[in-house]
């Protein structure tokens, strides 16, 4: 199925996942569960925030997740994983680690959309883990609508 708008993407969510919060400023806050929520650092599921963006004359549709502060983190270890990542590019924003990837709305396709939410969803899961293994302090996730800086 191919999603052509942002309502339609709206709808998409609402009907596949069990919680999504209200539209707020152009975002839909989600929750994702995980496949492996076993690791004593990683909830069950992972808070998500899906938004539109313009960019270059295009929608796209952003699909990010806070990690947490970067106060003890190395910059250039997260740019060294950009290179080698598949998906999802690490950025800062307002002094915390966000995981993010973008998807151009043109011919996106549901599955494709689900898949990257669930890709986005693990690879936030797995760097609050690895934070944690390294010894960098992680604060309880915060979920969507609880103050959570929006895209």
Do not use: K
């Amino acid at each position: 199925m191919r999603l052509t708008t942002w309502p339609e993407v709206h709808r998409h969510l609402a009907a596949t996942y069990a919680d999504v919060r209200a539209e707020r400023d152009g975002v839909l806050d989600i929750v994702v569960p995980l496949r492996d929520a076993a690791a004593p650092a990683t909830p069950g599921a992972a808070p998500l925030a899906v938004s539109r963006t313009e960019v270059l004359g295009s929608t796209w549709i952003d699909v990010s997740s806070v990690i947490g502060s970067l106060r003890h983190l190395s910059q250039a270890e997260m740019l060294a994983n950009n290179a080698a990542s598949t998906i999802g590019a690490f950025c800062t924003r307002d002094g915390e680690l966000v995981v993010r990837q973008r998807l151009p709305l043109a011919g996106l396709r549901a599955a494709d959309l689900d898949e990257t939410i669930r890709d986005i969803a693990e690879l936030a899961a797995w760097s609050r883990r690895r934070l944690s293994e390294m010894g960098v302090p992680v604060a309880p996730w915060r979920g969507p609508g609880d103050g959570a800086r929006r895209p």
